[in-house]
């Protein structure tokens, strides 16, 4: 558990942070464009709301359960440290899986991947749109809240679909490298899609940034 500072700086590569006392801090990550830049598929309200609230509650929340960890961990109070897993766990994985969100995300999309990434989907899927429906599929299935996933398997060498329950995070629930995730808690939506999951699903590929995607790929698969 005490890895999560390293997981967060390895992984996310970004979160801002701040060093208090001889502790790493975690911080909210700047949005890399305006509140307003997804509409119309994401309104600059869900941006506001799901970035400057529910996000820093996570990165907020981080903190407090490092500090309480830290504290357990100089007392060796391991009842305090084991019963911590689950707010390090949640609150950890929120601010994982967010501050990839963004980054995988921008104004008016990308266009469809290229190059090594494309080539890649190709072969383990058929084709983009394959691809694109068999995540969407996956992620409109998730029961309750959670995320859908593209993730690189280091052993496989291929892609792979996963979805994780509320915000586990993929890498360390799975061992999948996390390359594009897409968002279904209801706060991610709610407002604008209502109920209707699938219409949110499909067009959040019209503001994917395949660009992001294809940098974490060839990252994960050392290239």
């Known amino acids: ?3 999560i500072r390293a997981i967060t700086t390895k992984s996310a590569k970004l979160s ?10 975690h911080t909210l990550p700047d949005l890399p464009y305006d509140y307003n830049a997804l509409e119309p598929v994401i309104s600059a309200e869900i941006m506001q709301l799901h970035h400057s609230k529910h996000h820093a509650t996570y990165v ?8 309480k960890l830290a504290d357990a961990v100089d007392k060796n109070d391991v009842s305090t440290v ?4 689950g707010a390090l766990k949640f609150n950890g994985g929120g601010h994982l899986n967010h501050s990839i969100f963004w980054q995988n995300l921008c104004p008016g999309g990308s266009g469809e991947p290229n190059g090594e990434l494309a080539a890649a989907i190709n072969r383990d899927f058929g084709s983009f749109q ?7 599929a996956s992620t409109v299935a998730v029961q309750g809240s959670g995320w859908g996933w593209l993730g690189y398997n280091k052993e496989s060498g291929k892609l792979q679909i996963a979805t ?8 360390a629930t799975t061992g999948l490298v996390p390359l594009f995730g897409i968002d279904v808690w209801e706060h991610a939506y709610y407002l604008q899609y209502k109920n209707v999951r699938p219409d949110y699903v499909k067009a959040i590929y019209e ?3 395949w660009n992001d995607v294809a940098s974490r790929f060839a990252a994960a698969a050392g290239n």
């Open 1 to 3: 558990m005490l890895a």
């Open 16 to 25: 801002s942070a701040a060093v208090v006392g001889n502790r790493y801090k």
């Open 60 to 67: 907020n929340n981080l903190n407090v359960a490092e500090e």
């Open 82 to 85: 084991i019963g911590l897993h």
């Open 130 to 136: 394959a691809m694109k429906d068999k995540l969407s």
């Open 164 to 171: 994780c329950a509320n915000q586990d995070p993929l890498e």
């Open 207 to 209: 503001v994917a940034n």
